[in-house]
């Protein structure tokens, strides 16, 4: 089923005769829609530890019969007491939900418009909006809650402008632009009582804006349990933009120039898990000679034999970046049949930087990892600044005959950034983020730890970090702006008063795109 409702208004009006005016709206929109989710649950008896195949302890190498429950830590017998009842019949997909999506939206602005005279105008308009979702997690808590759980948005924006025109032939457009948005999404049991409190889970963070509820369970073959492994995440944009535009007229040319500035601060949060994750699918538990089965990823659970433990650092990176923008363009009419647009822009982005210099890059060369330090922005930044990118631009309307019109246009623009997640902020990375994943292959070894002991100290310490055993991010120091081509052309033919018919052919080409890859990726062997 799906219910929405969406309402609003307008206002607007004189505050001074021709003067003054302003303008307002609102707009609100509820949303609610269920869908069917099934998921993989243990069954009643499989809770009690009972399973229908013999099941060996590694460890102590005492086998457990098919039918005779199994000595369960106190971690799963509560973990597994959390979750409901299978509510179907069968096996897989035993447990179905009518899961439940709520959207709902508030937004509002407001604009003021002041003839100061009748060559100098003023406006202002501010925007503001609140935006929240959540999805019911497909398992309830305490041992479900997996999902994006509560995603939000929140934005302010504000815009000052005015326009003065000192003569007939020259107009001045001034403008400030500021925008904030915050947005992110938090797992459904933030807040509550902590991994340690509630399940005896030491070693995770304690920090408010992570901790709460069941860390992340991935038992293959079953449904997910606990938080979803990549909760929570946020960044938090700011935008300063000021531009200016002049235009006047001589004859048969309109000369426009123009400059913009935009100065970006970003708060990002994209590492996880934070709140750690468990993995079993080792199968240490099925006897020797046994065919490989789900339920023995089931009773590794049972057992705390996990064969996987990640943990990430929690780290808030600041990021910074500069873009300016300057234009020239020329527009000019050549006779009664052809006009020509020509124009030139330049185009300059500073690489990010964070605002602590917590930053750093990899140097294949010395294979070890740089940091960045106060100076210029390539200290700063680690990567070299692009000045190069000057984008011509050329554009022609040519009327060949009284109803005929070709017009054709080509024109260079840069592509200065293009989030890939967190895999291209170089903030984001070894020493201060470690991504530490401890894999397990023997139960019986002494540097085995089970699900019941936590995680260790120190885990995600920087003295842990190793960068030839990492995942690591690199950017080149000479990574330069991806250059973008845009043309097109198009013939126009009127046919009687009422009809006209266009044809046109419109391209793109990019180089040197930014590309997400394997720098140490390893040569195919052919042989």
Known sequence: PLRRNQFGGVLGGPISRNR????????????????????????????????????????????????????????????????????????????????????????????????????????????????????????????????????????????????????????????????NTQGGKNPPALGSASALTEYGVAGLPDDARISGGLPSQSIT?????????????????????????????????????????QRINVEVQDVNPLYGLD??????????????????????????????YALSTLFVANMRQNLHFAYLQDDVRINDTLTLNVGVRYEYATPMWEANNTLTNFDPTTVRMVAATDGSISERALVDPDRNNVAPRLGLAYTVAPKTVVRGGWGISYVHANRIGSANLLAINGPQVIRAAVVQGDPTAATFRPTEQGYPDGLTDASRFVPTGALVSYIPRDYHSSPVQSWYASVQREFGPNMLVDVAYVGNKADDVLLLANYNQATPNNA
Do not use: C, H
Not at 226 to 246: C, E, F, H, I, S
Not at 285 to 300: F, Q
């Open 221 to 261: 073959g079953y449904a997910a349990l606990g938080r979803q492994a990549t909760n929570p995440q946020w960044q938090y944009p700011t935008l300063w933009n000021p531009k200016v535009n002049y235009t006047w007229l001589m004859g048969r040319q309109s000369l426009k120039a123009g400059y913009e500035f």
């Open 279 to 308: 993995t079993y699918n080792g199968q240490f538990s099925r006897p020797v000679g046994a065919t490989a089965d789900n339920l023995y990823n089931l009773a590794d659970f049972m057992l705390g034999l996990r064969a996987q």
């Open 20 to 179: 003054a005016f302003f303008f307002g709206d609102y707009e609100g929109f509820r949303q609610t829609r269920k869908t069917t989710t099934f998921s993989t649950i243990p069954t009643t008896t499989q809770n009690q530890g009972v399973l229908a195949k013999d099941v060996r302890d590694p460890r102590t190498g005492v086998v457990y019969a098919a039918g005779a429950p199994i000595p369960m830590t106190a971690f799963a017998r509560k973990v597994l007491g959390g979750l409901p009842a299978p509510n179907l019949a069968s096996v897989a997909n035993n447990y179905s939900l009518a899961q439940e999506f709520t959207a709902n939206s508030d937004k509002a602005g407001g604009k003021v418009d002041l003839q100061i005279t009748s060559a100098l105008s003023v406006f202002g308009r501010y925007g503001w909006r609140k935006f929240s979702s959540d999805d019911q997690p497909p398992l309830p808590l305490p041992s479900g809650g997996g999902g994006n759980g509560n995603i939000y948005v929140r934005n302010k924006q504000l815009v000052l402008g005015t326009t003065y025109v000192p003569g007939t032939r020259s107009l001045l457009e001034l403008r400030l632009g500021w925008s």
